[in-house]
């Protein structure tokens, strides 16, 4: 039961209070060395591998489309052989869609929203902990594979019957389709922590109608995941046992159907592009509230839009075939539904400007990527539109002008949002400024180099450019738009190395963070930069839509949480009324043990079929384990109070805090 | 916080940069606009007309609508407030809300009408790429798609007339041209820019395309849909011919092949029917009658050879027959090692094959 | 110094049923994927169904005339036999929400004796439908569908087996007692697919 009390002191910590964070830091501590890598749940430690991972990755598929663009400069270029190009520009979509979009997003979810939240930690920190695993083992697979030239080379998607057992030998396919399940377990176990995090572990006072919209979007990717991600694991697995054991899925001859494939693969394709767009939707709400210090105008539209897009995403993906035989009117239906969509994303974006419009804006670096989203992002959005359109498709379809409008949407949509987040968060998750000089030069590089690269696509496609082609013949007339898209890739990647330059700076000359170098209104920015490792001390009661702006003086909290076990409150879906001091596992081994176990049973798996069993077998020994093992709630572990830590891990949180 | 103030102009600068940015990428390429072969926008036929009319009033409405877009939001930079960046966030009066609210729904309401305008005019230009018409005066051709070449044939009720080529369609002029499309092996994309837009070839499905050339030409189409290894030297020639010239292109391509006339021809015959050539390649009239690779009966007639990639003459069918991987890597066609008198007279005999 | 109010959690119990538990949210989001795969290998079977004139296709031979629809024996044994589970899987929740140790005890018993026999009699379904996995499209769909079914009747059964051995040995605490309720949604979860995918593979081509 729940009880009010008065008469504690809101801006000094008593001795009581300063024993209690010690035990706190002790019990929340991550063990030492490299068995506390492996066995680290905490939330924050987890989210930074995911992002360093997925960044790494980022990188990998830079240099692969920048080897692209160099093959492509001139016609008749032998940079790369066909063999190599296909490889290179499969693992180049594979790479980006499935190692660095998705789990990027992951990660600024599974860093921010327990704090935004209110929470000391997600739902379910084992589960995190195995998801990362899982995928890290996925991008493992793949470019191992692809450095000793057996990547596949069949396409991101990899369509049959030439990704099938008649035209793709060899096990190229075949590990395409397990980091598939790689990836796509782990995208899934994010989405159930994530799920689970917003909608039991708020903190008390939040309830849904006050939720951040970056919270929202979260919320709404995840569940996008849950009923997409099924869709691409029965693509990859019908290819697979096609491949592997002889099923006839997409086999004409014996009743298969090629067109399945598509259907398949599409139905989770599409709603896969608005995964990696909504959490980008999520950053701009943030980053616009703080930096425009305004509220969002029309809260409510945006939910709503936010969840309208969800919805409307799964109805569209027919649209990635109009040019396969299907029946006209069922294509006009996925054309209304594809321009449909359009609505909900412009609500959003004219409720941004009228944020703005008016408002005290704040010019730094995270607000220039917002911008420059917005320009990019539109144009994008508009040849989405243009795609749409049966008719229209039939020319563009497959060609570099879809390049082009895939690139805008998602390197507009996403990846600028995500590198304003970068600047926007970074402070808070390293303790240090970036440079708004070095800033400005990231962001300018990244939009002049980005148009350059993939507007003249948009010419290219309507010249009669196909997709894919590794090489062209020089009567077209496209040499001079290639070399013009190659050289934009130079100034792109000079932007891209520019921010690898202020992240290096930062790191040691950049500003030192307070809690809330933004004046942000988000929980986050009421903890030290970075966080302790319990997030919160004193678990804040919250007052409104943007908690820290709506804070009384009172400012009122929560007590009553363990110190000396990892415990959390757990409160109801609708009003965040407190129900259970939820207890949370500490440090364990058993998640990657599992991760292992799921290795073993899917890399060896595409070398014979025993591999599933012995799998179950090594998985139930791991279940019992976790079952029956310590769930180290006390984190015996850490023995020892942890030894001097920089000083801003200290809990100077509440004498930092405004006015 | 003053420093950022040092860092950009002012809002208004950084606008204007932006904004003039744009202009010069647009500018710069929508100079470099040309180039007709295989341009969607240099339209032939009634298809392909009808989708570029499609294409230009998108085009312009889209434009307007994201210079309105990117205006407003260049405009707010420079209307921006002046205050501290330490102030506490005051709410804005219920009047100003109201008011944004009311811009917000007009605007929601405007992308309404025209994504309606755009669902309607698609779905009408859709109706009529597909309408059925009167095809009596039409041709019908079926193409099969193979990785990495076109086989092209041209069907008939009298059995004797239908005939089969490879990679090099001719069609009349002015006269509905039915495509019925077929995949042997994977599936590829029938396009042809300036006539249309394209189908694709699904193994195990048929589907269908009817297109029309409205003026004499040479019009370039190309696989677009990734098909493997040579998927970038797919490619085809629709010659599109008056009536009489193509009936008497058709009429000779019914004929069996030329009879070897020179002891070269006839040395070079020899060597075809007596090599590997045999396993993959059909001439009408001799007893090569295999289908795995382009029927040559009638090769010399072409323009091109090895799906549009080379020009069809001596030295290049040369190095092609020699050895096509150095070409294309990863075709089906193996090297062939001749001796130089096999070749010349080989040569001699395919020449000849008109 | 000012003063400020402050909400006592130190009352409040640790773990409670239903959705008051994350793992009541965590089960279910885990069941609505599953589910949505099910969703769409039903969908992946009425699709392949199209390019058939005949479904299932005839046998390929000469001699006895086979029906080439899959037998009902088994399938309906199946069916029959976990239907009926779920009211011991009932009851073994509710001994569970009244803590009542010995009723979980021995329901959860016969429970994992159904859940091996539910799986040895799987194993004989496959070889009821009268084509191999590699046969055809209609064959590979099948087995298909019941192997991700008997997938979960694995895990189901091992789910149950912890939980058994659990009960039996460790303290009836109130955690374990919400994993009891958390393995009886799942255990209706199966129940309620097979319901459904039976009817698509045995009983829609004899009616359909």
């Known amino acids: 039961m729940v009880e009010r009390s008065q008469n504690l002191p809101v801006d000094a910590y008593t001795e009581a209070d300063e024993r209690e964070i010690k035990e706190l830091e002790r019990v929340w501590a991550c063990p030492p060395g490299i068995i506390g890598w492996f066995t680290d749940t905490d939330h924050k430690a987890i989210a930074l591998r995911y992002v360093v991972t997925a960044f790494v990755f980022f990188l990998f598929g830079g240099i692969e489309a920048a080897l692209m663009r160099i093959q492509l400069a001139r016609p008749e270029n032998h940079f790369l052989n066909p063999d190599l190009y296909n490889q290179v520009f499969t693992v180049h979509g594979t790479t980006m869609m ?341 800033g400005h030069w990231n962001f300018w590089l990244m939009f002049i180099g980005f148009n350059l690269v993939f507007f003249p696509m948009h010419q290219l496609g309507l010249q009669g450019m196909p997709r894919r082609v590794y090489t062209y013949l020089p009567n077209g007339g496209w040499g001079s738009l290639n070399l013009l898209a190659s050289i934009g890739a130079l100034i792109l990647a000079l932007g891209v190395a520019v921010f690898i330059v202020n992240f290096l700076w930062a790191r040691r000359f950049g500003l030192i963070a307070n809690a809330n170098p933004w004046n942000a209104d988000t929980l986050e920015w009421s903890l030290a930069s970075p966080p302790p490792d319990y997030n919160f001390y004193r678990i804040p009661v919250v007052e409104g839509s943007n908690a820290l702006w709506d804070r009384s003086a009172e400012n009122p909290v929560v007590v009553g949480l363990s110190s000396t076990k990892r415990e959390t409150l757990v409160t109801s879906v609708v009003d965040a009324v407190p129900e259970l001091r939820y207890e949370l596992p500490g440090p364990s081994i058993w998640p990657l043990l599992l991760a292992l176990a799921t290795a073993e049973t899917f890399i060896v798996g595409i070398f014979t079929a025993w591999a599933f069993a012995i799998g179950a077998v090594l998985t139930f020994g791991v279940f019992i384990g976790w079952f029956f093992g310590d769930p180290n709630y006390e984190n015996v572990a850490a023995k020892e109070p942890p030894q001097s830590e920089e000083p801003h891990r200290a809990p100077e949180v509440l004498r930092a805090e405004n006015a | 916080m003053t420093n950022s103030k040092r860092h950009i102009l002012n809002g208004y600068g950084n606008g204007q940069r932006l904004l003039a940015v744009l202009l010069l990428i647009t500018v710069s390429l929508t100079t470099s606009c040309g180039g007709g072969l295989q341009s969607a926008l240099n339209p032939a036929g009634p298809q392909s007309q009808h989708i570029s009319q499609l294409w230009w009033f998108m085009l312009i409405v889209c434009t307007v609508v994201f210079v309105v877009v990117l205006g407003v939001t260049l405009v707010l930079l420079v209307k921006k407030a002046q205050g501290s960046p330490d102030e506490l966030p005051e709410r804005e009066s219920a009047e100003s809300q109201r008011r944004k609210a009311f811009i917000v729904v007009a605007a929601t309401a405007a992308t309404i009408v025209i994504l309606g305008a755009f669902l309607v005019d698609s779905f009408l230009v859709g109706r009529g790429l597909t309408a059925a018409l009167d095809r009596k005066q039409g041709v019908v051709i079926e193409v099969t798609g193979h990785q990495w070449w076109w086989e092209v044939r041209y069907p008939d009720v009298d059995a004797s007339s239908i005939f089969t080529t490879a990679n ?187 | 110094m000012s003063t400020r109010t402050a909400i006592d959690v130190s009352n409040l119990p640790h773990h409670g049923f239903d959705t008051f538990d994350t793992i009541w949210w965590g089960n279910n989001l885990l069941l609505a994927i599953e589910t949505s795969m099910f969703v769409l290998l039903i969908a992946t079977y009425y699709y392949l169904r199209q390019n058939f004139n005949l479904w299932p296709p005839p046998l390929a031979q000469l001699t006895a005339p086979l029906d080439p629809l899959p037998d009902l024996s088994f399938g309906t044994a199946n069916l029959v036999l976990l239907l009926l589970s779920c009211g011991l899987m009932f009851w073994v929740d509710l001994s569970a929400r009244r803590e009542s140790r010995a009723g979980a005890q021995i329901g959860l018993v016969i429970c994992l004796l159904i859940g091996a026999i539910a799986i040895v009699l799987r194993s004989f379904e496959f070889s009821a439908v009268k084509f191999r996995w590699d046969s055809n499209a209609y064959g590979s769909i099948v087995w298909f569908i019941l192997g991700m079914h008997m997938f979960h009747l694995i895990t189901l059964s091992c789910e149950t087996l912890l939980l058994t051995i659990w009960s039996w040995t460790r303290p009836f605490d109130m955690k374990h007692r919400v994993d009891i309720t958390a393995l009886a949604v799942y255990w209706y979860w199966v129940v309620g697919i097979w319901i459904v995918l039976y009817s698509v593979i045995y009983l829609t081509p004899r009616f359909g």
């Open chain 1, 98 to 438: 499935f190692l660095f979009a998705v789990p990027i997003m992951t990660a600024l979810g599974v860093y921010l929203v327990p704090l935004m939240v209110g929470a000391r930690d997600v739902a379910f920190p084992r589960l995190n902990n195995y998801g990362y695993f899982v995928y890290l083992i996925g991008g493992i697979l793949l470019y191992v594979s692809f450095i000793l030239n057996t990547g596949p080379d069949a396409g991101w998607f990899a369509y049959v019957p030439l990704s099938g057992p008649g035209y793709s030998p060899g096990k190229r396919v075949d590990i395409w389709a397990q980091m598939i399940t790689f990836t796509e377990i782990s995208a899934l176990c994010g989405a159930v922590v994530v799920i689970g995090t917003i909608f039991k572990m708020r903190a008390p006072g939040m309830s849904l109608h006050r939720l951040p919209l970056f919270v929202w979007a979260q919320l709404v990717t995840s569940f996008m995941i849950i009923f997409a991600m099924p869709a691409v694991m029965l693509a990859s697995s019908f290819l697979a046992s096609d491949r592997l054991i002889d099923t006839h899925f997409f086999n004409p001859a014996e009743g298969g159907d090629a067109i399945l494939y598509q259907h398949m693969f599409w139905f989770f394709g599409h709603p896969e592009v608005y995964i990696i767009f909504i959490p980008a939707l999520g950053f701009i709400s943030s980053i616009v509230t703080t930096f425009a210090r305004r509220r969002i105008f029309g809260y409510t539209a945006m939910v709503l839009s936010l969840i309208a897009t969800a919805f409307l995403g799964f109805g569209l993906w027919v649209h990635h075939m109009f040019a396969t035989p299907l029946p006209q009117l069922g294509q006009s239906f996925f054309t209304a539904a594809s321009m449909m969509i359009a609505i909900p994303s412009g609500v959003q974006i004219f409720c941004w400007i009228a944020t703005m419009w008016g408002a005290k804006l704040n010019i730094k670096t995270p607000l220039l990527f917002v911008l420059g989203f917005v320009a990019i992002f539109v144009l994008g959005g508009l040849t989405g539109v243009m795609l749409a359109s049966v008719p229209l498709d039939l020319q563009i379809h497959d060609t570099f002008f879809v390049v082009a409008h895939l690139h805008y949407v998602l390197i507009g949509g996403s990846v600028f949002p995500l590198f304003g987040a970068f600047y926007y968060w970074i402070p808070k998750w390293t303790g240090r400024m970036l440079s708004e000089r070095l």
């Open chain 2, 168 to 354: 090099e369609i001719h069609i009349p002029v002015g006269v509905p041209v039915t495509f019925t499309l077929k995949a042997s092996d994977v599936i590829h994309s029938f396009w042809v820019p300036n006539l249309h837009g394209k189908k694709d070839l699904i193994p195990g499905k048929v589907s269908t395309i009817w297109l029309q050339a409205d003026k004499p030409g040479i019009y370039r189409g190309q696989c677009a849909e990734y098909c493997g290894h040579q998927h970038a030297h797919m490619a085809l020639w629709i010659f599109a011919e008056p009536r009489e010239q193509f009936d008497e292109w058709r009429r000779n391509q019914i004929q069996s092949a030329v009879k070897p006339a020179s002891d070269s021809e006839k040395r070079g015959q020899q060597v075809f029917l007596t090599s590997t050539c045999v396993t993959c390649h059909t001439i009408n009239g001799t007893s090569a009658g295999a289908n795995i690779g382009p029927n040559l009966t009638h090769v010399a007639s072409r323009n091109t050879i090895a799906a549009a990639t080379l020009p069809n003459d001596r030295d290049h069918l040369a190095s092609w027959v020699d050895d096509s991987q150095q070409i294309k890597p990863g075709n089906r066609m193996p090297p062939n090692k001749f001796r130089p008198e096999e070749m010349q007279a080989l040569l001699d005999y395919l020449q000849s094959l008109k």
